[in-house]
């Protein structure tokens, strides 16, 4: 997609980063199935990122969102899409709550069996529920701030996001 803000952009490129993470940690998990993942130094720098990225990535953007371009929306009369985005952010929140201890666990080797299922079972939830909320911003969201948006706001906020790394 082609937008026209640059907070739309920079929200772009932190979803196809984002994008690309979930699809490799989807596949990693798939294909580790059947294995004792936690040998694999790979497969644990996959985990250390995909965590890192929940510990600062998802707050950040999140916060940004909702901090930044929730009300903005509910004042164009929009609220119910920052509703809807935010109660996904919650969602998402609680299954990395989870999911985070656990990913500390096998990138430091004290996770059991019983541990890297429950593992695969919340990146998998994570997956789900982060790449169809990506979807819902990409599609809904990212468009209207080309609207909402003047160019001083917009540059403001950019400059705001990229200084929050």
């Not at 998990?29 to 985990?47: M, Q, Y």
């Not at 998998?124 to 911003?137: D, F």
């Amino acid at each position: 997609m082609n937008f026209s803000r640059q907070t739309s952009l920079a929200l772009h490129q932190d979803h196809r980063a984002n994008l690309q993470l979930l699809a490799r940690s989807e596949q990693a998990f798939v294909r580790a199935s059947r294995t004792a993942p936690g040998a694999d130094p790979e497969f644990l720098k996959l985990i250390a990122a995909l965590a890192q990225h929940l510990q600062q990535d998802v707050d950040r953007h999140f916060g940004f969102e909702e901090r930044e371009l929730f009300s903005r929306l509910r004042e164009a009369g929009d609220g119910g899409i920052a509703m809807l985005l935010g109660d996904e952010h919650e969602a998402i929140r609680a299954v990395a709550e989870e999911l985070l201890p656990l990913s500390r666990s096998a990138v430091a080797g004290t996770l059991d069996a019983a541990g890297w299922e429950t593992l695969k079972a919340c990146v998998m939830e994570l997956v789900e529920r982060q790449v169809s909320h990506i979807q819902k911003e990409e599609m809904a969201l990212l468009p209207m701030l080309d609207d909402l948006l003047d160019d001083e706001t917009d540059r403001r906020l950019a400059f705001d996001y990229a200084a929050s790394y």
